[in-house]
Structures are given as C-alpha cells and as structure tokens.
C-alpha cells in the first residue's frame, strides 16, 4: 500500500496543489526527534537552576601562581582534570565569609579558611583518607612571606584568586598535587545539610561554648557571641547544628584538633546521606548551594563522585591528622611551629609527593 | 488525508510531544529522594507497633504521649522541650525546656502536658549581660530515694575565673525534688549537692541513673589519648582530638570527694554512653561506638546490654544486640524485660522509635519499629505501665 494519492487519482480535485510526499520512515523519524526535543527541553527546565548555579560554582580551574619557592622542593605543575579510575586529591575548604572580617580591616571580606580537609580518592580501591591542615600551622606562604597556612586565602583577596593561592600554599609546604578544590562557606555547609534533610551522626562528646560566634542565621552583628550545647550521643543534625558541632573549639581539650575531628565525622556523616541521592535531588541541591559553594569539579564528575560514595565502604576511610608540631607564637599569634620533615613523612605516606 | 486532517494530526502530534516534555519534567521532579521527605505531625503518623503502657516522648521540640496506637500531643513542637523523665507512682512529668543559645530549664508537668512547676530559673540575671550567667541544665532523673539528680554547666571557668573564661563543662547535682534550682542556690550549695567533678574542657558528665542503694551510674568524657599520648590497639588511628565515653558507677561515699572520678564500669575504646538500668538493677542497656578503622565511628551506634551487680560495681560481657544502624536512647519497659530505642527508620535519617522484645533474655526477638514520620530528637522516652 502507497501512502497518499497518486497523480491519477480520481478524487484528487482538479488544479489542487501538490504537497511534497514525505516518506512514512522520515516522518516517524521527525515525529521521534520532535518527541526526543520535547523531552530535552523538560529535563533542560528541571535542571535549569542546577546549570545556573553550575556555571557560577564551576568552570574556575586551578591557577596556581608562582609559588614563593621551598628550597629544594620542586614547582607544582598545572594539573589535569581526572579520570574517574586513577586517584585524584580533592582540596576541601571551609571559611567564614560574612562581614565581620571587612569590619576588622579585611579588603575582601574573607579571612581564611578555617577549615582545611585533604582528601585523596581512590575509585578503584573504594577507599577515601582524609587529612585535615591544623589551621594554624606556620609556613611559607604562597602569597610571600610566613603565615599561618590558613591565610593565604585571605592574604589573596578570597574568592577564585584566594583559592589558588590556598592551593599553591598547600602544594608548596606539603608537597602534594591538589587536583581539584571545593570551598564552601558557613551558609552553604548549612543549606546543604538542611538539603539533603540533615545528617545522622553519633556527637561524640557534649559540645559547649559559652563564646561561639553567632553570625549566621539572621545575625546582625557578625561579632556577637552565642551560646551552644550540643549533647552527645546518636542524633539526626539538621544544618546549623551541624555547624555548630564543627565550628565550636572554645571547650574543647584539644581546640582546633577536636573540631578536625568532629568536621571529618560530619564528612563522613554528610558522605553517607549523599550516597542516598537520586538524580532528582541534584537540582535541589544546586539551588541550596548557589553562590555558597565554589569547586572546580567539572559537572561531568559530579555523578561520578556521588556513585564513589555509594561505593566507598565507612571502613574504608582512613582519617589522619597532623600531630608534628609544638605550640609557638609569632607577634601577637599564637601559631603551631611545624616538624615539617615529620610531617611530610607522614602526608606522603598518603598522598603522593610531587 | 486531507489537509484538516493533516493538520488535525500535527496538532494532536505537537501536544503530544509538549505533554511527553512536560511528563519528563515532572518524572525528574517525581525522582528526588523520599527519604528526605520532612516529618509530619507527629498526632497524624502512623503507628506500626502497639507497645504496652503510655511512652512519653520529645519529637521537634514538643512533648507527646503514645498510648496504642494514639499519639497526644503534651506540648507543642517547637517549645524547645526534650528528655522527659516520668516521676514514679504517676505523680507528672520533667521535662527541660531549652531557650536555643541562651539555657535551659526544668518544668514539673501533669502527665496531660499542664505546666505545674518550673523547677529551674537558668536565665542570666538581669545585671549580668554576658552570655556566661545563663545555665544548661539537662538529663534530669528521680533516684529510688525521690531526689532529683541533674546535669548543670557549673562550676565553670568563665565566670568565676576570667582567664579560664571557655570552660563550660557539665556536672552532676543532686536536690530534693521541688527545691529551686538557678546559679545561686547552686554556687551556694543550697540545698545541692555536687555529685561529679566534670574532666575540664570535655562537656563534662551526663546521663545521671541513680542507684537503689545509693550512688549513680553517669557517663563522662576523656580523649582517646591518655596522659602518654598512646591509645589502646584498638582505637591506634582515633585522631589527636577524640573524645570517649566511659560508664562510670561512683558509689555514695565518694560524693564529697572533690574530683574523683567512679571506677569505670566500661573501657574507653568501647566508648559507651546512654546508660539505662532496668528496675531490678541488674541489667544496663546503653549505646557504645563501634570502632571502624582505628576510630570511634561516626555514623554507627550499637544498641548493647550487660548484666551489672550494683554491689560489686561489675558489668558482665558487653552484648551488642543492635548494631549497623545509629541507635540511641535505650529505656527499659517497666517490667524490666524489654527495650524501647531511637534509631532511624530505613533510608530516613529522622529517629523513630523501635522496640526490642525480650531484650534482657537470651534470645532477644528482631527489633520492631514502632513509629514512621516522627522527628524524634535523641532524648530517652520516658516509658510507664
């Protein structure tokens, strides 16, 4: 059987015009594409604010600037993007990033960042280590001169310059490839967490603080103090408990140790609730994170990392800490004097040397 | 065809196609995780599991009670209140009541939720702006003999000694119950009596259980690195910073000694806290921290019981009957022979509560859960026949 009418065909009207026949494989093939367009452009509005926020999160590759150079340590090179197989090594930054610190004379609004979490992955061996950088450990900076290993950041002016000026400092003092980054500040650990509906974590310890800064959460006064207590034990953190569990040093035996900790366990903690994402709670999870987060991964890796979590196994992460230091101070800072040979002994146990 | 018709079928094929882009929209939106769904009214959920007795529980800051399969609600969410704490012989309720950032105080309740007493006055006094003269007190608990044993952030260092101004640890106090509880009675010592000397700067003592023949059970805090800077095999990777729990029992003679500690009823690397003694006295049920890779975990917590002799202050082998989950909270029935506990229902971080049957037996059944779609906050229920 023909499609349409043939040129003899009686009931074809006189002088009528001709429509060019359009073959029934070619018309099926355009009614899919126009079906395949159509389902496109719905995925494309579901994920419009994941793009939007995407382009403003992502895209900012690693620059490392000219490092002010350790004798005898080689220069960092420009790193490439990963594959999802070979180990890469994830810088995870946290900073306050209100305006207490322009108040106090900071140009940019930033100060440091507070928290500084090296994390090597291993997709083919499922395991994750996490190393967190005392913040006040004194080193070389990459900015020039000394300081504290948490300041160049803020010494760099915040922002994507400020990260790679963290970065260089951290690849020059512990002579390591930092392969991606992801900062985030207070807000966003916040909404991230209140996002994926809080975590669940055992608090290992009553968390008390007579004196914790309350500039988050409608605060006026980024220099106020706030009262905390967080009670041990089992529970389910929505974001700025869990924030405040991370955050809080001023009662705390070992001060900016004990709250490496409790970050490295709400890592853990968060990692196990990603794990349950599905592909539906990424464009919420984007909104969350607008403008609070800033990384380098490339989207493309996004689902990569989320399908590393799943796999990674709670009793394959190792946890490290640095403990090779003595407590020192520089002008009016109290700062940790390091043992670098010890140290690097130690970090490269975990992450390659450079 | 004709040319209507034609027309008639691209149209029909163009509303298709914009319903099937509109369908996958909708299926992505459809997509996100159920398991994030937020609770619901905790009088509108559904209960799986009818348990005996009333279970008085603190659910998002309100105050409820479970009677079948009926849920009350006491007071509503969002009023700050948690860790209820029956009074024997029916006479009411305690319950704190939390200022967030600012305090806490102990209400006496009738077992409808009516305000009878506030028992604390944990406000700073108006003349003092700083946030130290506000208190926290938590884990309110009756002794056998009717006094009140509680968790009190003094002494600290703060106020009375500028320059140890960030010590804010919880201790131990014991009053009749009734007596008015704030900073001065405290710091005065009337009418309490300090029953534990907090570890400085670990948060300090909770869980108070007190003893029929006198005495307490409580919880308190240590690094995992003792004084030499060694940690015991099995917790070799616990960070610098880690902190422990120990089950501790301080017998009654010990009460006046400033600074002494209860022998440990538990090791440090077990890291158990969250003691509950059943009425008898011979069994504890509590929570400890199974160790993963060298470290306390983060995300796990194993329901666990033990026989204890009271006299001897011994407890018997640990038996984990609930692990691989996060539990928390344990309370024993008023018979003494089965266990209520939090723990998150499957794929939903939000605690519910579940009930384990038989626990002080040798074959304990499989644990059950009770509630869905609760926000339960951590504290123990409080649980009456």
């Known amino acids: 059987m023909t499609q349409g009418r043939s ?348 | 065809m004709s040319r209507s018709r034609k027309l008639v079928t691209a149209l029909v094929l163009l509303a298709l196609m914009a319903g099937f882009g509109a369908g996958v929209n909708r299926y992505l939106a459809s997509r996100d995780s159920s398991a994030f769904a937020p609770p619901k009214d905790p009088t509108q959920t559904f209960v799986k599991l009818i348990v005996p007795g009333t279970v008085y529980f603190a659910d998002d800051g309100g105050l409820f009670a479970l009677t079948g399969t009926k849920i009350t609600q006491l007071q509503a969410e969002g009023g700050g209140w948690t860790q209820p704490v029956a009074i024997p012989n029916g006479a009411g309720l305690l319950a704190v009541k939390v200022t967030a950032n600012y305090y806490s105080d102990l209400y006496q309740l009738g077992l409808n939720g009516s305000l009878e007493q506030q028992l604390s006055d944990d406000a700073g006094q108006v003349t003092v702006t700083q946030l130290g003269a506000d208190d926290w007190l938590y884990y309110p608990a009756i002794g056998p003999d009717g006094n009140l044993y509680f968790s009190y952030d003094w002494p600290k260092g703060g106020v009375e000694d500028p320059g140890n101004g960030y010590q804010v640890d919880l201790s131990i106090w014991e009053t009749t119950l009734g007596t008015h509880i704030d900073r001065t009675t405290i710091e005065k010592g009337e009418g309490m009596t300090q029953v534990s000397w907090a570890n400085y700067y670990t948060g300090g003592d909770v869980s108070p259980v007190p003893l029929a023949g006198g005495g307490l059970i409580y919880a308190d805090y240590e690094l995992a690195y003792g004084d030499t800077g060694q940690l015991s095999t099995p917790l070799a990777s616990a960070g610098p910073g880690t902190e422990v729990s120990q089950i501790r029992m301080d017998p009654k003679p010990l009460y006046n000694t400033a600074g002494s500690d209860g022998p440990a009823l538990t090791q440090p690397q077990d890291d158990c806290a969250q003691p509950a003694l059943n009425p008898a006295q011979t069994e504890i049920a509590m929570i400890c921290t199974p160790v993963l890779d060298g470290a306390p975990s983060s995300t796990e917590s194993d329901l666990v019981v033990a026989t204890f002799d009271a006299a001897t202050g011994t407890l018997g082998p640990l038996d984990r009957l609930v692990t691989g989950t996060l539990a928390a909270s344990p309370t024993w029935s008023p018979d003494g022979t089965d266990l209520l506990y939090l723990a998150p229902e499957a794929g939903d971080g939000y605690f519910q509560l579940w009930y384990l049957q038989g626990a002080a037996t040798a074959t304990p059944s499989r644990p059950k859960q009770v509630t869905t779609d609760l926000d339960l906050d951590g504290s123990a229920p409080a649980w009456t026949s």
Request: charge should be negative.
């Open chain 1, 7 to 354: 040129p003899g065909d009686p009931r074809q009207p006189c002088g009528s015009r001709r429509y060019p026949r359009v073959p029934r494989v070619r018309m099926i093939l355009l009614v899919l594409l126009g079906f395949v367009l159509s389902g496109v452009g719905g995925a494309v509005s579901f994920f419009w604010p994941t793009i939007t926020a995407a382009i403003g999160a992502t895209g900012h590759s690693i620059q490392v600037p000219t490092p002010s150079a350790i004798p005898g340590t080689p220069s960092p090179t420009p790193v490439a993007a990963t594959g999802s197989d070979p180990p890469f090594t994830v810088l995870l930054m946290g900073s306050d990033n209100d305006g207490k610190f322009t108040a106090a004379g900071s140009t940019s609004g930033f100060c440091c960042t507070q928290s500084m979490i090296l994390i090597r992955v291993d997709p083919a061996a499922g395991s994750v280590t996490m190393l967190s950088i005392p913040r006040d450990l004194w080193v070389k900076l990459s900015t020039g001169g000394e300081g504290k290993v948490s300041q160049a950041f803020g010494n760099a002016g915040g922002g994507t310059t400020g990260i790679d000026a963290e970065i260089a400092t951290v690849e020059q003092d512990f002579q390591v490839q930092v392969d991606h980054y992801v900062w985030i500040g207070l807000q966003g650990l916040i909404n991230l967490i209140d996002e994926v509906g809080g975590i669940d974590i055992v608090a290992s310890h009553p968390v008390m603080d007579d004196n914790y800064p309350y500039d988050v959460a409608g605060s006026t006064n980024p220099n106020a103090a706030d009262r905390v207590a967080v009670l041990p034990g089992a529970q389910h953190m929505d974001g700025l408990e869990a924030l405040e569990y991370v955050r809080s040093r001023h009662d705390d035996l070992s001060s900016d140790l004990g709250r490496n900790v409790r970050q490295q366990q709400v890592l853990v903690a968060l990692r196990q609730k990603l794990s349950q994402l599905s592909l539906g709670d990424i464009d919420n999870v984007a909104s969350a994170l607008n403008g609070e987060v800033l990384t380098d991964v490339p989207l493309t890796q996004f689902p990569t990392l989320l399908g590393l979590t799943k796999d990674v196994g709670s009793g394959n992460i190792q946890h490290v800490f640095i403990t090779q230091y003595s407590d020192g101070t520089e002008g009016d800072q109290d700062v940790l004097v390091p043992d670098m040979s010890a140290i690097l002994a130690v970090v490269h146990q975990y992450f390659p040397a450079t």
